[in-house]
């Protein structure tokens, strides 16, 4: 009986970066994700995990954890489809638990049509349902200022504000995600904003090579305003946008014209509801970190 051994992914050469690559091209389709496997690598408590077989990498996975709160997220977790059926997504995913389990965060993850079930043998629980949106090559935009646009400002986030952008980041996804939004703003120089009233921070939003996100809005004005101005950049293609199930604001999407391409199940394990005003959340920043 042949045991499978999983192996951290420690400062990997750039072969292995592409092995891993290779595998999540073939596994989802797409293009690369060389920059996603390098984010996880980047962050704190954070990284990816592999198993081999025959000396090659045949299924992997990433995780994000968020001590903070108690909780992490598990993402991306592929296997060679050659190799699917066998059992292996749910060892690498046994793994990931683990990794986060050491640093004292129960488990969530958007759960895809072919991996919810197995998810939810292992014990996970649903809460609701992820949607991946598209945008529209335009946006559906009134003439007529939306109620509640008068004084709200966008300015890009400069170091000024960062520390107010993480604040409210916190607050709002109920733990502290400062790594990785440092990382997303210096990586994403001059595609990120802020949305300022007199009162104060009321959303900001970052916009990523294919995706726009995150974005977090406590007002439908607030996020239509970030992202007509998200929108407006330059993209290969129409950018996705990936709205958790808490979200309060998807039939603001709607009506600007985002279509949904699927749905995913958010499924927790170790916990129930998610602390912060998640109401706020419009965007994630993908459906491995939240």
Do not use: N
């Not at 992914?9 to 994700?33: C, F, H, N, Q, T």
């Not at 958010?266 to 419009?282: A, N, T, V």
């Amino acid at each position: 009986m042949r045991t499978e051994v999983v192996q951290d992914v420690e400062k990997p050469d750039g072969e292995l970066l592409a092995e891993i690559d290779g595998l999540l091209v073939r596994a989802y389709g797409g293009a690369s994700r060389r920059a996603r496997i390098e984010r996880f690598l980047s962050v704190d408590d954070a990284g990816w995990v592999m198993l081999r077989r025959s000396g090659r990498v045949v299924s992997v996975g990433a995780f994000i954890g968020y001590r903070s709160a108690g909780f992490g997220w598990i993402g991306l977790v592929a296997t060679e489809p050659h190799a699917q059926g066998g059992g292996l997504g749910r060892v690498i995913t046994e793994a990931l638990i683990e990794r986060l389990r050491r640093i004292g965060c129960a488990a969530v993850l958007d759960g895809s049509k072919s991996g919810a079930p197995l998810y939810e043998r292992m014990g996970f629980v649903d809460f609701g349902l992820s949607h991946a949106l598209t945008a529209p090559a335009q946006l559906v935009l009134s003439d007529q200022k939306p109620a509640g646009l008068e004084g709200l400002q966008l300015v890009p986030i400069g170091p000024e504000m960062i520390q107010s952008v993480l604040s409210f980041d916190q607050q709002s996804f109920g733990a502290d995600r400062r790594s990785l939004l440092r990382y997303l703003l210096k990586a994403y120089p001059g595609r990120h904003v802020a949305a300022i009233t007199e009162a104060g921070l009321v959303g900001y939003g970052i916009a990523q090579p294919d995706l726009l996100g995150p974005i977090v809005a406590e007002s439908a004005t607030a996020l239509r305003a970030i992202v007509a101005s998200l929108h407006s950049l330059d993209f290969g293609s129409p950018p996705s946008l990936l709205v958790p199930p808490e979200c309060a604001f998807l039939p603001t999407l709607l009506k600007l014209g985002f279509t949904s391409a699927r749905t995913l199940r958010r499924q927790h394990l170790g916990i129930g509801e998610l602390p912060g005003l998640r109401g706020r959340l419009c965007a994630q920043a993908s459906f491995g970190e939240g």
